[in-house]
T-cell receptor, first 112, second 115 residues
Framework: EAGVTQFPSHSVIEKGQTVTLRCDPISGHDNLYWYRRVMGKEIKFLLH????????ESGMPNNRFLAERTGGTYSTLKVQPAELEDSGVYFC??????????FGPGTRLTVL | AQSVTQLDSQVPVFEEAPVELRCNYS??????LFWYVQYPNQGLQLLLK??????LVESINGFEAEFNKSQTSFHLRKPSVHISDTAEYFC?????????????FGTGTRLLVSP
């Protein structure tokens, strides 16, 4: 069974540009999460989908970030326009049950 | 709100020595506790978790952690480490009774095992 996949693995963009990160959860997992780790700091929660609905988006830093989950399958996280402080590693995770989150390898975003 | 403290950013240790990675949490409600590991160039993997029941939980590769409610701790231990245990370890909590499933992480501890 395939794990959580994320694309791209790395992205380097300039300040002001737009970037879209994609996450494909494990098939059948209703719960999908986005987290972010800024260099040297803790991994922070961004938001949680249950199927296609946003259950908790309390961690989204500002309105430059937009997350969607079309049809309750894959999810995208768009940053528009990107700022320097958006650099970090963005992790996606999925789960069917509480206490069983499976993480993807992450997307390393660098904003220059 | 919950918070997690991992005081040690880096722990160097020799192969076959014991190790303890410390984790303390703060929460006004009951919590679930987790340890995740990130090996170089890989994603996060669940190492072990405490949801309920026995306060001592074990992983398949020899790590164990004990939930201590009075000390609000969930320290990770291994009696004898291997070179392959070199990785970054993250302690995390979630609060099941709040209705929110998000994990709150500590800042991570890099375990460096040398020969």
């Amino acid at each position: 069974e395939a794990g959580v996949t994320q694309f791209p693995s790395h992205s380097v963009i300039e300040k002001g540009q737009t970037v879209t990160l994609r996450c494909d959860p494990i098939s059948g997992h209703d719960n999908l999460y986005w987290y972010r780790r800024v260099m040297g700091k803790e991994i922070k929660f961004l938001l949680h989908f249950v199927k296609e609905s946003k259950q908790d988006e309390s961690g989204m830093p500002n309105n430059r970030f937009l997350a969607e989950r079309t049809g309750g399958t894959y999810s995208t996280l768009k940053v528009q326009p990107a700022e320097l402080e958006d650099s970090g590693v963005y992790f996606c995770a999925s789960s069917q049950d509480w206490g069983e989150e499976f993480f993807g390898p992450g997307t390393r975003l660098t904003v220059l | 709100a919950q918070s997690v403290t991992q005081l040690d950013s880096q722990v160097p240790v020799f192969e076959e020595a014991p190790v303890e990675l410390r984790c303390n949490y703060s929460s006004s409600v009951s919590v679930y506790l987790f340890w995740y590991v990130q090996y170089p160039n890989q994603g996060l993997q669940l190492l072990l978790k405490y949801l309920s029941g026995s306060t001592l939980v074990e992983s398949i590769n020899g790590f164990e952690a004990e939930f201590n409610k009075s000390q609000t701790s969930f320290h990770l231990r291994k009696p004898s480490v291997h070179i392959s245990d070199t990785a970054e370890y993250f302690c995390a909590v979630s609060a099941p009774n709040t209705g929110f499933q998000k994990l709150v992480f500590g800042t991570g501890t890099r375990l460096l095992v040398s020969p």
